[in-house]
């Protein structure tokens, strides 16, 4: 399967040209930017054989069989119908798109079309995951009763970050924040109470708050979601460059279920590999660990369920009908906490 990306975007080392290099049958085989000689630079770097000088361009090659679609928020729907039309199955990097609005577009134009899109939530295709979803379902923690979700990321790119424009759909709920909702939604729909802003640009959240409830069973969730270390740019892999000083590098990453008989404690599901795995603690303080059940990257697990599902039809853990549950909510926070949602283009 020959993949092409849209954008010579920073994350697609991690999202899709390493993980390529350990899925069978998978192949990066071109990049399209909109300053063609950005491409070009970043498919030297990245060993990318093929160079487009525009995105329609790409998406009307015959020798491009599917998509990677890691553009600003507010190009999200718009690339990803044109790849569609273009007969091409998209692996779209989360958010979806920039509201519930433009979620239901790209959900119409799959249906239209026949073909897959997978939004890019890549720790849900990790066999831990999974783990987690089996455990809270076997009443490991009795009936769930609280559920939290704290995603808290150092910005690596300084205050001039696409993520602070609020015209590309930025903002922290989009970010870390659509992460935390996703993993509350692991455990079942929910709608939302309350929520609480901090804003660093007009319209533009550095930090959402939000706390909310689940459907079925009445039980409360809440998240947290933030950037930090908004004022230093840094490059990525050279921690020379870093200013211990002027950069905060706080980091949170973790989910915790509790339930009438216990808690869960799912550290780090961005990062299996990193963290800790899943420990059950009842009220007796009594423990079991769960290591990860594979010592695999996220990412890679995330590109071999794509491709499954494109050449083999297998399950799409994330597809557009959940897409457009996540951007509700995302949309309904934003709206909780007095901003206006994001816009696309």
């Not at 697609?12 to 070009?40: T, W, Y």
């Not at 455990?135 to 995603?151: I, K, Q, R």
């Not at 990412?299 to 509700?328: H, W």
């Not at 309904?332 to 906490?337: L, P």
């Amino acid at each position: 399967m020959r993949i092409g990306m849209l954008g010579a975007a920073w994350i697609g080392p991690m999202g899709l040209i390493e993980p390529a290099k350990e899925v069978d049958g998978v192949e990066v085989a071109a990049v399209a930017a909109r300053d063609p000689q950005r491409a070009r630079a970043y498919a030297d770097e990245h060993g990318i054989p093929l160079v487009f000088d525009s995105y329609d361009d790409l998406l009307a090659s015959e020798e491009i069989d599917a998509v990677y679609n890691p553009l600003p928020n507010s190009h999200h729907a718009r690339w990803t119908i044109a790849a569609l039309e273009a007969g091409k199955p998209v692996l779209l990097e989360k958010p979806f798109t920039a509201n519930a609005d433009e979620a239901r577009q790209v959900a119409d134009a799959a249906e239209r079309t026949g073909l897959v899109v997978m939004e890019a939530y890549h720790w849900r295709f990790h066999p831990q995951a999974q783990r987690a979803i089996e455990l809270v379902a076997d009443s490991a923690v009795g009936e769930m009763s609280h559920v939290e979700a704290a995603m808290v990321f150092p910005s690596m790119h300084g205050p001039d970050d696409i993520r602070y424009r609020y015209d590309l759909a930025g903002g922290a709920l989009m970010d870390t924040g659509s992460y935390a909702l996703s993993n509350l939604r692991a455990f079942g729909e929910l709608e939302v109470v309350r929520a609480e802003a901090e804003e660093m640009a007009p319209d533009v959240d550095v930090r959402m708050t939000a706390e909310l409830r689940y459907r079925d069973s009445g039980a409360t969730a809440a998240i947290t979601s933030a950037f930090t270390g908004t004022d230093q740019k840094v490059e990525l892999g050279d921690p020379d460059a870093i200013d211990p000083e002027a950069f905060d590098f706080e980091f949170q990453a973790d989910v915790v279920v509790t339930g009438f008989e216990g808690r869960l404690l799912i550290d780090n599901p961005l990062s299996p590999m990193w963290g800790s795995g899943l420990t059950v603690t009842d009220h007796d303080g009594n423990t079991v660990h769960y290591e990860p059940a594979e010592q695999v990257a996220t990412y890679t697990c995330q590109l071999r369920a794509f491709r499954a599902c494109v050449e083999d039809g297998g399950p799409n853990l994330y597809p557009p009908s959940e897409s457009i549950k996540t951007m509700e909510l995302i949309d309904a926070v934003y709206r909780a906490a007095g901003l206006p949602i994001r816009v696309g283009v």
